[in-house]
């Protein structure tokens, strides 16, 4: 069974930065379009960054300059750097991979105190 965990979410004050993790297992990440979401409280579920099987990556356009994804090939995880965050950047984050059907990780709490 496929399996995503993230790691690295927390209490941050206004300005600062986290570094979130997605382990993958039972899946090799370089094969499909990773991706970070997040859900605040009574909100949609969106799109926050992607990484492309080639490696190409595309960004929401209320983090873009500040978020960065990227991926470790040989450890088989993803990354999420957060940096200048916001109080609207608090949320649950949730990592994703293409497979079929999609897998979700259970998310990681990032809360951002201004």
């Known amino acids: 069974q496929v399996q995503l965990v993230e790691s690295g979410g927390g209490l941050v004050q206004a300005g600062g930065s986290l570094r979130l993790s997605c382990a993958a297992s039972?899946?090799?990440?370089?094969?499909?379009?990773m991706g970070w979401y997040r859900q605040a409280p009574g909100k949609q579920r969106e799109l926050v960054a992607a990484?492309?099987?080639?490696?190409?990556?595309n960004y929401a356009d209320s983090v873009k300059g500040r978020f960065t994804i990227s991926r470790d090939n040989a450890k088989n995880m993803v990354y999420l750097q957060m940096n200048s965050l916001k109080p609207e950047d608090t949320a649950v984050y949730y990592c994703?991979?293409?497979?079929?059907?999609?897998?979700w990780g259970r998310g990681t709490q990032v809360t951002v105190s201004s």
């Open positions: 994703q991979a293409s497979t079929f059907p999609v897998t």
């Open positions: 039972r899946i090799i990440v370089t094969m499909h379009t």
């Open positions: 990484i492309m099987r080639g490696g190409s990556t």
